[in-house]
């Protein structure tokens, strides 16, 4: 893989925006990335240095004296009712220190539906039983000696089997988990029966796993009647929120510390049932107690991407104007809803593009398998690769352009919230960035050589990532010695908050950024933060970070101007030094003000709300492909991906950057390898770890070009920083999509593009049509 960054997009205030040109070359990014560090200066992480050492402390590496260890029992059955369990033989066991299990355990209610230990498991994999002993070895032997005599029932693991009459089911109510859930506007049928062409396909998405680097890791301690957990996730203050009600205890009795996080993609923002699990058996024996997640663990019980069934169609004009959008979508949510069927339904078909007639309608889907949960973008990633698939067909349907056919289709406004965009040119530049720069129109395909054919594509996408909601708090302290304290209740899940958060205190105080500390990831400062979720950290702490620091800034001024009687508003402060605009006025160590102040530390808050009622704030992005596609294995691969994304202001370009090479990694891996792979006659995992689960390497990454946007949206927030965590993911497969019928004109409508499927396409019979109605018909 190469990572290759092109200057970025000048901001809207200069007088003419200009676009990277096509002729330009990444040298240049040596020529302009000066000028341009003005505004999204390059900064290393603060935590760099501890994490390259090894010295950062994620929850898996806590370890407390008289520590007791967890391991899990879990169903091998897909559906089955437990007739009883036995668990003399695990607490005869020497070091073995309590078990937890339907006997003992609390019924406390658990997702949807289901409480902590179920009497009828719904998916292998589910937890059974749990043991606390003196080492991990002991647990793991005592789980073994557990007997349970299970009565196996009918089960049923797919999406499409699951919605079919007489199909098992999950739960008694049936294995739809409410009504459809149906967003419209406009006259679909009549957009229809206007349209002078209709694009009408269905579009699948499979089951992916998260894989975080870092797994699930809880440590549980009680003091009395306080409890601490050190975990991993992805919202200290909404894990202590779900624990405490689950044991039924008052919130501060609850402390929740996530010091580092190795990676979470969405996998970390709810209690799982070994928080809980800690918590009991630490309680029951009063013992720290420490339970991290296997990888089998990982990959069974803690989430996964949803599988999606969508079927689209697509009306259009002759001139390529949109008449309606029409999707039915089915979303596989497993065993029980956790929170991860995203927002297709409400999402990305209906805000993308202008057309008036709209509509969609999701149902949510229960199968014997591992609950879903938040995924990197969810329902974005599946809701982009069909909508995208499907305007592409319809650009060739009508031999347009397929950019093009999208700016034809062009909205500056939020037509479902019927509001304005706060970035409404964001889109269009996203799209002129990234053709110029991927060379789109000056594209001379190589010539075939044996089987190798090569081929291009485009997507685009939006996402929410505005941030607002819920509010964020956080804290700046001067210390008498001039350093700076930003306390805050998020935490950094491996994106960078620490460094961006720093920025913007030095940068708004106008101190060095080394002279900043960040403390973060602690329900103790009571500073409450939403989960690190969304792309929304930065758009939601950020704006509170820069009023506390103009706080702070503003009585700092207000004391050195006492103390140099000078009026404040001719003071100001750089590179932690206060100047005067006085002549021959010396500047003066911001540290001696502090210090003139004693004890009475200047300490300010800060709190960013909701945005603004009036506008839609969206992120919006777009990418080029080029695949090559090898016809006698099937095999494609992903030679170079330009990606031009929407974040507004970049506060780091290495933080982006590095955002933008993740998320399109990510993408390559779903689009082209991983599936959660299921026996179909057991209901077990077959591809539960590293090995078989087949993430992208190195190997795979394509040529990666970063076309950034650094455009600030400050109709968006204060900083003018918009999320950029999710969008990279989105578009990628869909643009992997049209590039292969660009190389090969076979359309791949099913992820992944595994081998194996490319080469049953390219064997199948070619499609005769382009269209489900021609022009004229």
């Known amino acids: 893989m190469r990572m290759r960054m092109l200057p970025t997009m000048p901001t809207m205030d200069e007088a003419h925006p200009r676009t990277l040109e096509a002729t330009e070359h990444p040298e240049s990014v040596a020529r302009v990335g000066s000028a341009a560090s003005v505004r999204s200066p390059i900064a290393a992480r603060l935590e760099g240095a501890e994490k390259v050492t090894g010295r950062a402390r994620y929850a898996s590496d806590v370890h407390l004296p008289g520590m007791l260890w967890v391991a899990v029992l879990r169903s091998p059955h897909a559906h089955a009712r437990i007739r009883s369990i036995d668990e003399r033989k695990a ?57 349970v005599d299970y009565e196996p029932l009918p089960f049923v693991l797919e999406l499409a089997a699951a919605r079919a009459p007489g199909a098992p089911s999950v739960h008694a109510e049936g294995n739809l988990a409410d009504q459809p859930s149906v967003q419209s506007r406009g006259n679909v049928r009549r957009g229809m029966r206007e349209a002078e062409l209709i694009i009408d396909r269905v579009y699948t998405t499979q089951v992916a796993l998260h894989n975080s680097l870092e797994p699930h890791a809880c440590t549980a301690v009680w003091e009395g009647e306080q409890l601490t957990l050190y975990a991993s996730t992805q919202g200290v203050f909404a894990l202590r929120k779900e624990v405490a009600e689950k044991l039924e205890l008052p919130e501060n009795r609850v402390r929740v510390f996530a010091e580092h996080i190795g990676g979470a993609f969405g996998a970390k923002q709810v209690a799982w049932k070994h928080d809980v699990i800690a918590a009991l058996l630490a309680r029951q024996t009063r013992r720290p107690v420490r339970f991290v997640l296997d990888r089998a663990g990982e990959n069974l019980a803690a989430g996964n991407r949803n599988g999606t069934r969508q079927h689209v169609r697509i009306g259009a004009k002759r001139d390529g104007t949109l008449a309606a959008i029409c999707a039915e979508v089915d979303v596989q949510i497993g065993a029980y809803r956790a929170g991860g069927e995203g927002s297709i339904a409400d999402g990305i078909y209906h805000s993308l593009y202008a057309c008036r007639n709209v509509r969609t309608e999701q149902r949510i889907v229960y199968t014997h398998t591992g609950p879903a949960i938040a995924f990197r973008a969810p329902g974005y990633v599946e809701g982009a690769f069909a909508l995208e698939s499907a305007m592409d067909e319809l650009s060739r349907a009508l031999s347009i352009d397929p950019i093009e056919l999208r700016l034809r289709n062009y909205t500056e406004t939020d037509q479902m919230r019927r509001k304005p965009y706060t970035s409404p040119d964001s889109l269009r530049l996203c799209y002129e960035r990234a053709r110029n720069a ?66 913007v205190c030095a940068q708004t105080l106008g101190v060095p950024l080394g002279s900043v500390q960040v403390v973060l990831g602690d329900t103790r400062s009571e500073l409450h933060s939403p989960v690190s979720s969304g792309s929304a950290t930065l758009a ?58 004693g004890t009475r530390l200047i300490q300010a808050t800060g709190k960013r709300g909701s945005n603004r009622r009036s506008h839609s704030v969206r992120t919006f992005g777009a990418q080029c492909v080029e695949v090559e596609v090898d016809t006698e294995t099937g095999q494609v691969r992903v030679l170079r991906v330009v990606a031009t994304h929407d974040c507004g202001r970049i506060i780091n370009r290495n933080l982006v950057d590095s955002q933008v090479i993740g998320g399109v990694t990510q993408a390559v891996g779903f689009a082209l390898t991983e599936q959660r792979i299921v026996d179909p006659g057991s209901g077990i995992v077959l591809n539960a770890n590293l090995e078989d689960y087949k993430l992208p390497t190195v190997a795979d990454a394509p040529d990666i070009v970063h076309a950034a946007l650094d455009v600030p949206d400050f109709l968006a927030n204060a900083t003018g920083a918009k999320g950029i965590g999710e969008p990279p993911i989105i578009p990628t497969a869909p643009a992997i999509a049209n590039a292969i019928f660009d190389a090969v004109g076979v359309r791949l409508h099913d992820t992944p593009f595994t081998a194996c499927r490319m080469l049953e396409a390219l064997q199948a019979p070619p499609r005769t049509r382009l269209c489900d109605r021609e022009i004229g018909s």
């Open 438 to 503: 991927f060379g789109w129109r000056s594209y001379a395909r190589a010539p075939a050589t044996g089987p190798m054919r090569r081929g291009i594509g485009f997507a685009a996408h939006d996402w929410v990532g505005g941030g607002g909601y819920p509010p964020g708090r956080v804290r700046v302290t001067l210390n008498p010695e001039g350093s700076v304290r930003l306390d805050t209740g998020t935490q950094d899940i491996g994106t960078g908050t620490r460094t961006a958060l720093a920025q």
């Open 540 to 597: 939601t702490l950020g704006p509170a970070v820069q009023a506390a620091c103009e706080q702070a800034r503003r009585r700092v001024l207000e004391s050195a101007s006492s103390l140099l009687h000078v009026g404040a508003d001719r003071l100001r402060i750089e590179n932690g030094r206060i100047h005067s605009d006085e002549p021959g006025s010396e500047p003066l160590d911001m540290a001696r003000i502090c210090a003139a102040v």
């Open 91 to 147: 607490l005869a066991l020497p070091g073995v220190h309590a078990v937890l299990s339907l006997n003992n355990a609390p019924a406390i209610s658990w997702y949807d539906r289901g409480v902590l230990f179920e009497r009828t498991p719904r998916f292998a994999g589910e937890e059974v039983a749990a043991v606390a002993a003196e080492s991990e070895r002991i647990a793991e032997d005592a789980v073994r000696l557990i007997e």
